[in-house]
C-alpha cells in the first residue's frame, strides 16, 4: 500500500499560542540515507514523525542546512518578538549519546540545536512515560510579524516528534498540550 501521508494542514492558534501536529508539515526534505517519516497512531495527538531508518548517523550541528532531513511549516505570526517553544515528543531512548536532539531554525536562519536529556530512570523521565510525552523547549526570535516557516532538522535518530507549541515566553497555553 502506498505510504501514509495527511494533506498538509494550517497550524492553529489561540491568541498568540499555534500549534501544530508533527506530522501536518507543509514540506519535507529527504537527504541520501536519512528522511522524516510520519508513524500512523504513534503520539498522544494522533500521529508522529521520526527519522528513518534509525541507523542513519547523527549530523554535526555545522552540517544542518546541508546534511539533515528537514520538516517545514508554514505559520503566520502575530507579532514580532520573541516566542517560547515547546515540543512534545514521544517518549524514547537516545540511539547515540545521553540526549534525543533536533534542531529547530526559522525562515533561512541557522537552525539552533536542542537537546532533551534522557536521564533514564529518574523522575522526570518516569513521569513522561506516564504522561506519553516529554517536553523539549527553545525560544525563537521573530524578526516581523507575518508568514514564516519553522524548519526542523534530524540531527539524530531516536528523536519521535508529535506537536509543537509556539507562544508567548512564561505564559501558560490554554488546554494540556497546547491550543486544539
Do not use: C
Request: proline share 13%.
Amino acid at each position: 500500500p502506498p505510504a501514509y501521508s495527511p494533506p498538509p494542514t494550517p497550524a492553529t492558534s489561540a491568541g498568540d499560542f499555534i500549534a501544530i501536529e508533527a506530522e501536518r508539515f507543509t514540506r519535507k526534505t529527504d537527504r541520501p540515507g536519512a528522511a522524516w517519516e510520519i508513524v500512523p497512531g504513534l503520539g498522544r495527538t494522533g500521529d508522529s514523525v521520526t527519522v528513518f531508518p534509525s541507523a542513519a548517523p547523527s549530523i554535526d550541528a555545522d552540517r544542518l542546512k546541508a546534511d539533515a532531513p528537514r520538516l517545514d511549516y508554514a505559520l503566520t505570526f502575530p507579532r514580532a518578538g520573541e516566542f517560547a517553544v515547546t515540543v512534545n515528543l514521544v517518549p524514547t531512548h537516545p540511539i547515540s549519546g545521553p540526549s534525543l536532539r533536533f534542531a529547530i531554525g526559522l525562515d533561512d536562519e541557522a537552525p539552533q540545536v536542542v537537546a532533551l536529556e534522557v536521564k533514564d530512570g529518574g523522575p522526570d523521565w518516569a513521569q513522561g512515560v506516564l504522561n506519553a510525552t516529554r517536553v523539549a523547549t527553545t525560544t525563537l526570535k521573530v524578526a516581523t510579524p507575518g508568514a514564516h516557516t519553522l524548519r526542523v532538522f534530524g540531527v539524530d535518530p531516536g528523536v519521535v516528534l508529535d506537536r509543537i507549541v509556539i507562544g508567548p515566553p512564561g505564559q501558560t497555553p490554554p488546554g494540556y498540550m497546547g491550543p486544539a
